[in-house]
């Protein structure tokens, strides 16, 4: 069966460090992949998403990027923290065969900068 | 541009008691899909229950159930029994190219 992975759980970081978020999933091949942030009392915002190794998508432009270097590994990444960076951040996967598509998101990571 | 609107921020049920939340959605395409999604407190998104707007036909799963008004762009979900795991925050999200969320409904089980 297929899984997700995402980690870390909590994030605490300060003001201009930077950010590595990773996401893996298993028991499937050539996913779509999806990062969302969840700001507090607020719905979910797509934040890129990926049909392929190497070809990503930015839906909201802000100092995140992301990278997908292997088929099901979603990374989500900054040089340098905002304050406004402070979110919960979800990653998600999708079948393309499937339709229409489900996503299956991860447990989640709250990051709050400092 | 395609917009979903929550308009109940929180909800409270009777344990064994229905109830329904809502959701209406803004758009000009003919063809697209809708989903509740369940984020309890461990914070995982969990899919309830999905739509395709093609179908006439209501969606069912289990307990859950939707009222879907195509003509006046609505899309509430109806809990049955509801039992007291089913307390979380619940989203209504519209899918035609990507998946646009409402801001939730945050749904109280009482014993």
């Known amino acids: 069966s297929q899984t997700i992975h995402q980690w870390p759980a909590t994030l605490v970081q300060p003001v201009g460090s930077p950010l590595s978020l990773e996401c893996t999933v298993e028991?499937?091949?050539?996913?779509?992949l999806y990062w969302y942030r969840q700001a507090a009392g607020r719905g979910l915002q797509l934040l890129f998403y990926s049909v392929g190794i190497g070809q990503i998508s930015s839906e909201v432009p802000q100092n995140l990027s992301a990278s997908r270097p292997q088929d099901r590994q979603f990374i989500l990444s900054s040089k340098k923290l905002l304050l406004s960076d402070s979110g919960f951040y979800l990653c998600a996967w999708s079948s393309p065969q499937d339709s229409p598509e489900k996503l299956f998101f991860g447990s989640g990571t709250q990051l709050s900068v400092l | 541009a395609q917009t979903v609107t929550q308009s109940q921020p929180e909800m409270s049920v009777q344990e064994a008691e229905t109830v329904t939340l809502s959701c209406t959605y803004d758009t000009s395409e003919s063809d697209y899909y809708l989903f509740w999604y369940k984020q309890p407190p461990s914070r995982q998104m969990i899919l309830v229950i999905r739509q395709e707007a093609y179908k006439q036909q209501n969606a069912t799963e289990n307990r859950f159930s939707v009222n879907f008004q195509k003509a006046a762009k609505s899309f509430s979900l109806k809990i049955s029994d509801s039992q007291l795991g089913d307390a979380a925050m619940y989203f209504c999200a519209y899918r035609r190219r990507d998946l646009i969320f409402g801001k939730g409904t945050k749904l109280s089980v009482k014993p």
């Open positions: 028991g499937t091949s050539n996913p779509n």
